[in-house]
């Protein structure tokens, strides 16, 4: 979420008070269920879920085209974060059917 970078653009500064008059409880309340999400054993240790949430932690240049939307860099940056688990599930996939066909 915009709310969570945290080192934020002029125009992502912007678009991070769109839609709210309390830009400073809505960034808490992202801050609250990332903090749940993981804290959630269940979603943590799931080997199909990925949290992608500090991903842009470091960034400083812009990632966001709006309030919820990244910009090519950002999409970039998560589908090179998102790589190497969807290609070892799709490994594990394969080796799978390699084993039921046998």
């Not at 992502?12 to 990332?34: F, K």
């Not at 879920?49 to 960034?59: E, N, P, Y």
């Not at 790589?83 to 390699?98: F, G, Q």
Request: charged share 30%; proline share 4%.
């Amino acid at each position: 979420m915009i709310t969570t970078k945290k080192t934020k653009t002029a125009d992502e500064q912007r678009w991070e008070r769109d839609y709210t008059h309390d830009p400073v409880s809505r960034a808490r309340l992202y801050v609250a269920i990332i903090g749940e999400r993981r804290g959630c054993r269940q979603l943590a240790d799931a080997s199909d879920t990925v949290d992608l949430s500090a991903l842009f932690d470091a960034w400083t240049e812009p990632v966001y085209i709006d309030l919820y939307h990244l910009s090519e860099a950002g999409n970039a940056a998560v589908a090179e974060a998102m790589l190497p688990p969807v290609a070892a599930a799709l490994r594990a996939a394969a080796l799978r059917r390699l084993r039921h066909e046998q």
